[in-house]
């Protein structure tokens, strides 16, 4: 019987190229499905302490919804360091403003708050309509259930 963990290496690691459509999709679920495929958690090879994941495009960001009153009761807040420095912004504001920091903010949250996870983000491209600019990478459709 064999009692050892079998532990993907580095070199043995192949990304692909995933695309996702928000349009018309809860906000938290196109988040997570697009965190999951970034950490890897997909693979039979998915390994914690490694980067295992793919890259994913999301696409639609302007399109996505959100459910209840989010759009007037959620607050994205940011300091500054500074007194006075505190910055509120609703998403209703923040969606016709901004739609990709959106999306980016709430992947990212989703991501390990370490060096892997900062890693994990920089394979996340996030578009606001429907073109984008990785088509020679043949992305690959993921549908978000």
Known sequence: MNNTTYSVKKNEIQ??????????KPLGRVAAEAAKLLRGK????YT?????????????????KLTGKKLDQKVYRHFSGYIGGMKETTARELLAKSPEKMMT?????????????????????????????????KP?????K
């Open 15 to 24: 990304s692909k190229w995933y695309i996702i459509d928000a349009t018309d």
């Open 42 to 45: 997909h693979k039979p090879t």
């Open 48 to 64: 914690t302490h490694m980067d295992v994941g793919d890259h994913v495009i999301v696409i639609n960001c302007s399109k996505v």
């Open 105 to 137: 903010h709430a992947i990212v949250g989703m991501l390990p708050h370490t060096r892997l996870g900062r890693q994990m983000a920089k394979k996340l491209r996030v578009y606001a309509g429907s073109e984008h600019e990785n088509m020679a990478q």
């Open 140 to 144: 690959e459709v993921w549908e978000v």
